[in-house]
């Protein structure tokens, strides 16, 4: 079946660092991939997606771009915040909208 | 708008006792999802409805889990009688397009604690 595994964590680093998350999958057919983040004390919010090969989702400064070939969507950010501090899920969507989701990612951004 | 509300926020009970789960997705939402997430693991999906109708219930774990969706509004999730592996965060969903380009918008979770 469908699953998804990305790198564990927990991810430190210092404010303005670079930051990846790995993410590979396994699916049948062409599923949508998405980046959620949930905030400490806060439920799970999109923060990304990408529905097709070679598309390239982005926001608040993230990327992810959907490698086929690879079946990666690992996630970026150039400079890291405070703020970023939060646990990432990598999820995918097969039929009928079922989210196959990752582990999560704790990030602990340091000032 | 509201968005997805679940109560409680955070339930301790021991085992063999019961709980009820609720959750209210955004009006208007016929896509109604329960995942679960256990000691920091992956989030497992668990059901589907779409209205009132189990689309999916693949995921849930044994017959000691009850989900039902009244009117195809909200939606509750009782575990009885509750057993110590049932521990962790129970997550409600909602969408209101079926298709596989569709975004879920999460409640904040409902923390179960098994004694």
């Not at chain 1, 608040?60 to 646990?87: M, N, P």
């Not at chain 2, 009782?78 to 596989?100: H, I, W």
Request: include cysteine; proline fraction near 4%.
């Amino acid at each position: 079946g469908d699953s998804v595994t990305q790198m564990e964590g927990p991810v430190t680093l210092s404010e303005e660092a670079f930051l990846t998350i790995n993410c590979t999958y396994t699916a049948t057919g062409y599923p949508s991939l998405f980046w959620y983040v949930q905030y400490p004390g806060e439920g799970l919010q999109l923060l990304l997606k990408a529905t097709k090969a070679d598309d390239k989702g982005s926001n608040k400064g993230f990327e992810a771009t959907y490698r086929k070939e690879t079946t990666s969507f690992h996630l970026e950010k150039g400079s890291v915040q405070v703020s970023d501090s939060a646990v990432y899920f990598c999820a995918l969507s097969g039929s009928w909208g079922k989210f196959q989701f990752g582990a999560g990612t704790q990030v602990v951004v340091t000032p | 708008e509201a968005g997805v509300t679940q109560f409680p926020s955070h339930s301790v009970i021991e085992k063999g006792q019961t709980v009820t789960l609720r959750c209210d997705p955004i009006s208007g939402h016929d896509n109604l999802y329960w995942y679960r997430r256990v000691m920091g693991k992956e989030i497992k999906f668990l059901l589907h409805f779409v209205k009132e109708s189990k689309q999916d219930e693949s995921g849930m774990p044994n017959n000691r889990f009850l989900a039902e969706r009244t009117g195809g509004t909200y939606s509750t999730l009782k575990v009885q009688p509750a057993e110590l592996e049932d521990s962790g965060v129970y997550f409600c969903a909602s969408s209101q397009n079926r298709l596989t380009t569709g975004e879920l918008f999460f409640g904040e979770g409902s923390r179960l604690t098994v004694l």
